[in-house]
């Protein structure tokens, strides 16, 4: 009967079920002779031959793996000395290698850092101007070392000499005021500055790292640097001022007078009631890091003056003169500007020379002898 509208449905009851019955199944499905405890010869020799095939994996891995490592640490840090010269063993370890590269690279950007903002003061070559020289060898022995210069470029001028009125700025983001070298341009600053000149460097592009090519010759531009690596000061040697200007006076400040009863000094004046002062006396002014004239003329065997007047403020300069073998024959005092000393030269014989400032080489000039 089925459900009709508007009546209540019907109930129906669930279905009846037989009973089912239970299959009897084993609880291991492996063979019995899986179940037995003891080994039987054969699985127990199979057993002692995987250990042993193990135990030589794991030996033969742990050898492998020490070996990598023993030559990984001499790769890295060099071979023995007996060992050098063979086929296989490198000239230098990974490390000095990249090392050496990591300094050329830091010497060649820190030349253009020191063309773009020390070159003015202190010269293209280090030698000197408005700023101290910085090629001399005695200064770069150890005076000039990678501390005393990191706290020159981080303190400035005020530093080397006690002036609060230095023109040397600070040059370090670490100073205060900061200035505009970040660490790693000062750390290249200070590698070209402690440069060797046994090795040669290229000149590089600024901006794209690319060697600078010389249109005259057409090849790379090079340069080396200017330290000395064989230098030695001499044994009585005396250390470098801490202030630059103080060496050009004999770090007092004035000149040392020479003992009694011995002569005057090359380059200083003569002593009052010396002798008759030299009968020539040549004009010779230093101006914007040059000389006013190219050529000066003296008498033959005879002593002769040069009134040397350095019109450059606070600039080092002096007079020197060397022969045609490049030999030096006279050297004045170095004094700064503005002032006036006047050399008192021996008698020379006729010939041409060259006089020059010992401080800025670049000032040069003929002086004709006869």
């Given at each position: 009967m089925t459900d009709q509208p508007g009546s209540r449905p019907e109930e129906r009851l669930p279905a009846t079920r037989p009973a089912a019955e239970v299959v009897p199944a084993d609880r291991f499905s492996a063979?019995?002779?899986?179940?037995?405890?003891?080994?039987?010869?054969?699985?127990?020799?199979?057993?002692?031959?995987?250990?042993?095939?193990?135990?030589?994996?794991?030996?033969?891995?742990?050898?492998?793996?020490?070996?990598?490592?023993?030559?990984?640490?001499?790769?890295?840090?060099?071979?023995?000395?007996?060992?050098?010269?063979?086929?296989?063993v490198p000239p230098e370890s990974r490390l000095a290698a990249d090392a050496a590269a990591q300094q050329v690279t830091a010497v060649e950007r820190g030349y253009n850092i020191y063309q773009a903002n020390c070159a003015r003061c202190h010269g293209a070559k280090g030698e000197g101007g408005i700023g101290p020289v910085l090629?001399?060898?005695?200064?770069?022995?150890?005076?000039?070392?990678?501390?005393?210069?990191?706290?020159?470029?981080?303190?400035?001028?005020?530093?080397?000499?006690?002036?609060?009125?230095?023109?040397?700025?600070?040059?370090?983001?670490?100073?205060?005021?900061?200035?505009?070298?970040?660490?790693?341009?000062?750390?290249?600053?200070?590698?070209?500055?402690?440069?060797?000149?046994?090795?040669?460097?290229?000149?590089?592009?600024?901006?794209?790292?690319?060697?600078?090519?010389?249109?005259?010759?057409?090849?790379?531009?090079?340069?080396?640097?200017?330290?000395?690596?064989?230098?030695?000061?001499?044994?009585?040697?005396?250390p470098v001022p801490a202030c630059?200007?103080?060496?050009?006076?004999?770090?007092?400040?004035?000149?040392?007078?020479?003992?009694?009863?011995?002569?005057?000094?090359?380059?200083?004046?003569?002593?009052?009631?010396?002798?008759?002062?030299?009968?020539?006396?040549?004009?010779?002014?230093?101006?914007?890091i040059q000389y006013d004239k190219a050529e000066l003329e003296a008498p033959a065997n005879q002593p002769f003056a040069i009134e040397f007047n350095n019109q450059d403020a606070g600039v080092p300069h002096n007079v020197a003169i060397k022969d045609a073998n490049g030999q030096e024959v006279f050297k004045g005092e170095i004094f700064n500007g503005v002032a006036t000393r006047t050399y008192q030269v021996p008698a020379l014989p006729a010939g041409t020379y060259t006089f020059f400032c010992t401080v800025h080489p670049n000032m040069t000039g003929t002086l004709t002898i006869k």
């Open positions: 063979p019995p002779s899986a179940h037995a405890f003891g080994l039987t010869p054969e699985r127990a020799a199979k057993i002692v031959r995987q250990s042993a095939s193990a135990r030589g994996v794991g030996f033969l891995v742990v050898t492998v793996v020490v070996a990598f490592i023993a030559i990984y640490y001499l790769y890295e840090l060099g071979f023995p000395g007996p060992l050098q010269g063979l086929p296989f090629n001399d060898q005695s200064k770069l022995y150890q005076h000039l070392n990678a501390n005393y210069l990191r706290n020159v470029l981080t303190v400035g001028g005020r530093y080397v000499c006690g002036n609060p009125d230095s023109l040397m700025p600070v040059w370090s983001d670490a100073g205060n005021p900061p200035g505009p070298l970040n660490y790693v341009q000062i750390n290249d600053l200070i590698a070209f500055l402690r440069a060797t000149n046994d090795h040669e460097y290229v000149v590089r592009d600024p901006s794209l790292g690319e060697p600078v090519i010389d249109p005259k010759t057409g090849k790379e531009q090079t340069f080396t640097g200017w330290r000395d690596p064989k230098y030695q000061p001499a044994p009585d040697a005396t630059w200007s103080a060496a050009l006076t004999g770090g007092g400040g004035a000149a040392t007078p020479a003992p009694a009863g011995s002569p005057a000094p090359a380059g200083s004046p003569a002593p009052a009631g010396g002798g008759a002062p030299a009968a020539t006396t040549l004009q010779l002014t230093a101006q914007n």
